[in-house]
């Protein structure tokens, strides 16, 4: 957007429209380099440039100082916006997950973690109503199912991350893989809206949220065995088209020494299905290998998922 700001505020007779042209920054480094005609700065996540949730006065603020920006004669003009929302809410309630899940230890066997998976739903709900009741809105559906079906989109992720399945079942429509996309993020949307939900409690960050879902739930722990079933098949057809293990950690956003280290293991024993494979062979050929898998597991939680062993020690 800095960018393409510059070219705007071009005057017509350098091919440019004129027009003066604001911004939000959320990355400083980013628009320190790229330096955007005009642009306020936000020290809030990706993702909520505008602050934190249910807070319009905080909100019209930002909105309010951004516009004032058209003022600003001198280009390029970076300004900070004043970070005055933590100190606000050190009276809240520190953030805490509402319930207590019975067990962090993962369970191998398909039926005892669909239990699991259903218990935490199950605990959850009520806090998810509450969110919805005092929201007024929530964000699951982009599947094509809503919260009702929270244990149905669970199940399908199950019977992926055992067998890679890619059955699609009756009630949804979206073809496999791309429906795992759409399930994880409804699941994530259904989880988070419901620990976020508990009145007169200071909402958690996006690094937070995303450090307890992928540590301290079951469905997090599900989301790890998914990514594995699609980073493997995906690894495979690399392998087999003849790139050196270095390009494969590249293509596929690994660890440098990922495939080297588990490589052999994956060809000896995958546990994959003939059709994911064809899925992966496809997306090789039009040059987007790695699509699904990058999509369920944050950059920041992908390679820590050895964690969650050891959370479960302390408890």
Not at 20 to 30: D, G, M
Not at 203 to 223: I, K, N, Q, R, Y
Not at 274 to 294: N, Y
Request: net charge negative; charged share 25%.
């Amino acid at each position: 957007m800095g960018v393409l700001s510059q070219y705007i505020e071009r005057p017509v007779s350098e091919r440019g429209a004129g027009i003066a042209t604001v911004q939000i920054s959320l990355i400083r480094p980013v628009s320190e380099a790229v330096k955007p005609p005009r642009a306020l700065w936000v020290p809030f996540p990706l993702g909520r440039p505008l602050g934190p949730p249910n807070r319009p006065d905080v909100q019209i603020d930002v909105l309010r100082q951004t516009l004032a920006l058209v003022d600003q004669g001198a280009a390029p003009a970076l300004l900070d916006y004043p970070d005055i929302i933590e100190d606000e809410a050190l009276g809240e309630e520190g953030w805490s997950c509402p319930v207590i899940f019975p067990s962090l230890e993962p369970i191998t066997e398909s039926d005892s973690l669909k239990v699991q998976l259903r218990t935490e739903v199950q605990l959850l709900r009520p806090w998810f109503d509450e969110g919805r009741r005092s929201r007024g809105r929530t964000t699951v559906g982009i599947s094509g199912k809503g919260p009702d079906s929270i244990d149905d989109m669970l199940q399908v992720l199950v019977d992926f991350s055992a067998g890679a399945d890619i059955t699609v079942p009756d009630i949804f429509a979206h073809p496999m893989p791309r429906l795992l996309r759409f399930l994880t993020a409804d699941i994530k949307a259904f989880y988070f809206e419901a620990v976020t939900a508990k009145p007169g409690a200071m909402l958690p960050d996006s690094d937070t949220l995303e450090e307890w879902f992928f540590l301290e739930t079951m469905a997090g722990d599900v989301f790890y065995q998914v990514r594995e079933k699609l980073v493997s098949a995906d690894m495979l057809v690399l392998i087999a088209n003849g790139l050196e293990d270095d390009e494969i950690d590249t293509r596929l956003v690994l660890n440098p020494g990922t495939t080297a280290q588990v490589a052999e293991e994956v060809v000896r024993s995958s546990g994959l299905s003939r059709e994911l494979f064809k899925v992966s062979v496809e997306d090789f050929q039009e040059g987007l290998v790695g699509r699904f898998a990058r999509s369920i597991v944050p950059i920041m939680m992908r390679d820590r998922r050895e964690e969650r062993a050891k959370l479960a020690k302390t408890f």
